[in-house]
T-cell receptor
Framework: DQQVKQNSPSLSVQEGRISILNCDYTNSMFDYFLWYKKYPAEGPTFLISISSIKDKNEDGRFTVFLNKSAKHLSLHIVPSQPGDSAVYFC?????????????FGTGTQLKVEL | KAGVTQTPRYLIKTRGQQVTLSCSPI?????VSWYQQTPGQGLQFLFE???????NKGNFPGRFSGRQFSNSRSEMNVSTLELGDSALYLC?????????????FGQGTRLTVV
């Protein structure tokens, strides 16, 4: 049962344009969401997070949007840069009051082309 | 400050053997979680330790176990290795136990079972 889904296994965008990565979830108990970037043979690198009490969070070129009613979140990268090429994972947490157990999506391979 | 350190980076073991992986969290972080990444299953949660106690556990067989020491360092053990245990094992540390926080990952240990 895949509780966090990233339906696009890959995405290709041009340098300077916007990259939009999508994530859907099914567990209504999820209350905290994170995006990670991962290069091959390395651990995921934390990018940005959002609590379920918010619908938007920004950090530099990265913005995460959360639509709780649709159980959908998205990561916007503007402008996209070649160094952004990596696999992006959406993750969710459902342990109120403590605990760190992340449920990950299957990832989206982003390729930013010159 | 130093990041999450995992040792060893690479390991080759034979079926039936056991293996111990080590993780040193970011200084001051008390929560350590372990994840398994495989091409077929993606990133899956194994277990989480906080203050030397296992706080959360994923759906893995009892061959997978772990522990945490008083200095927050953690070890993961897999007994009676199977070919399907070949994976990238990732450790993540988090700073605060009372609410959702970002998890920071190490580089991982690549385990190959032959």
């Amino acid at each position: 049962d895949q509780q966090v889904k990233q339906n696009s296994p890959s995405l290709s965008v041009q340098e300077g344009r916007i990259s939009i990565l999508n994530c859907d979830y099914t567990n209504s108990m999820f209350d905290y969401f994170l995006w990670y970037k991962k290069y091959p043979a390395e651990g995921p690198t934390f990018l940005i997070s959002i609590s379920s009490i918010k619908d938007k969070n920004e950090d530099g070129r990265f913005t995460v949007f959360l639509n709780k009613s649709a159980k959908h979140l998205s990561l916007h990268i503007v402008p996209s840069q070649p160094g952004d090429s990596a696999v992006y994972f959406c993750a969710a947490s459902a342990i109120p009051g403590g605990g760190n157990k992340l449920t990950f999506g299957t990832g989206t391979q982003l390729k930013v082309e010159l | 400050k130093a990041g999450v350190t995992q040792t060893p980076r690479y390991l080759i073991k034979t079926r039936g053997q056991q293996v111990t992986l080590s993780c040193s969290p970011i200084s001051g972080h008390r929560s350590v979680s372990w994840y398994q990444q495989t091409p077929g299953q993606g990133l899956q949660f194994l277990f989480e330790y906080f203050s030397e106690t296992q706080r959360n556990k994923g759906n893995f067989p009892g061959r997978f176990s772990g522990r945490q020491f008083s200095n927050s360092r953690s070890e993961m053990n897999v007994s009676t290795l199977e070919l399907g245990d070949s994976a990238l094992y990732l450790c993540a540390s988090s700073s605060y136990a009372g609410m959702n926080t970002e998890a920071f990952f190490g580089q991982g240990t690549r385990l190959t079972v032959v």
